[in-house]
């Protein structure tokens, strides 16, 4: 094991390099951002659709979209959620794909199943899923009302689930896109099934670490031969969930580093890891997230967290290969050319965010 810490970076903030086939022309990423502005049609409004291209044309080297939701039974959890199953669907991401390339960044699509932490009434399906019939604690935030008890996850329906990621896939091969991310982080349906919190399963998808870390390869596994080589295919974790956001969804820095671990043995280019902060201590471990994951993968690790200017970017670029900003990002245009000139930066409050559930169109 490496103690990546004690090592000096090499890394340039604003030197290209390589990820997968891709020359990126920077370390600094768009973080997903989830925006609930599609209408019927499953489509996000144009105006959230030029926000990602806005930020590709200003120096992002890596746009990753909204979480997409993987199918039209079960897996939305907001209202105006987008998918990519249908035509009309790809010929929209398509021209989007079209000008993130045109403006030389590469562009992810995320996708996800919420599980959980949904209501009944946003799916088509009328009802949510997950590995075990266990409601969050908490209220849901948009309705004020208590989540409903899901039903517990049948065979049937572990398979179904994962053939909406297949499907959702393939759209995104259809579109254009340079790569895919699975949400595997947050609380959603992948991280219920990774967290004993919520994976109360006696089956072979339950249990030990390898058995709840079963359904996440399989769903890895299932579309990798869908996302060619040339492409992305990227996988992102995290500790915490949007539900019940005080618990640590893994144990401690032993079986953090037992999840990597199995992450780091998928057919994968990267590893994602969100984290509320980036330098925060991860389980007392005496290391930050980044550098806990670094001692049990040598893949590219992308961080996220609060990351607001120079300092914090080079500082979090020390112990990662990417670093993604969400709020920085969303609330300023010029980010990369702000952190590029050294400029005095604030980190936006969660509130400031709120904007991005509204009909205001981003700068
Ligand atoms: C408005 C908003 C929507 C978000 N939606 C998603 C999402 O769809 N998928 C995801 O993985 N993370 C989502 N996140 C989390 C961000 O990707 C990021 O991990 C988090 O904001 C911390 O980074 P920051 O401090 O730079 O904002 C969202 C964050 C915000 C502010």
Known sequence: ?????????????????????????NRIGLAPMTRMSAEKDSIPRQDVLDFLV????????????EAIVSDYESAQGYPGQARLLTQRQINAWATVNERIRAAGSVSILQIFHCGRVAWPEVNPAQRTIAPSAIAPRQNNPLTQAPYPTPDAMSAYDIQHSIQGFVETVKGAMAAGFDGVEIHGAHGYLISQFLSSYSNRREDAYGGSL???????????????PWVPQDKLLLFRISN???VDMDVSLFADAEEWKALIAHIDALPID???VSTYRFSDEAFGSGMN??????????KPIFICGQIYDRDTAEAAL???????????LLLNPHWVQDIQARKALRPYRSEEANIAYTKEPLP
């Open 1 to 25: 094991m490496q103690d990546k810490a004690s090592e000096p970076t090499q890394k340039d903030l604003f030197a290209p390099w390589q990820l997968g086939a891709f020359r990126l022309r």
């Open 54 to 65: 806005r930020r590709a044309e200003n120096g992002v080297a890596l746009i990753t979209t």
């Open 210 to 224: 390898d058995q709840r870390f079963r359904y996440a390869r399989e769903v890895v596994e299932v579309v990798r």
């Open 240 to 242: 915490w969930g949007v």
């Open 270 to 272: 990267a590893i994602s």
């Open 289 to 298: 997230m980044a550098q806990l994951t670094r001692t049990a993968t040598k």
């Open 318 to 328: 020390a112990d990662a290969d990417m670093v993604l900003s969400g709020k920085s």
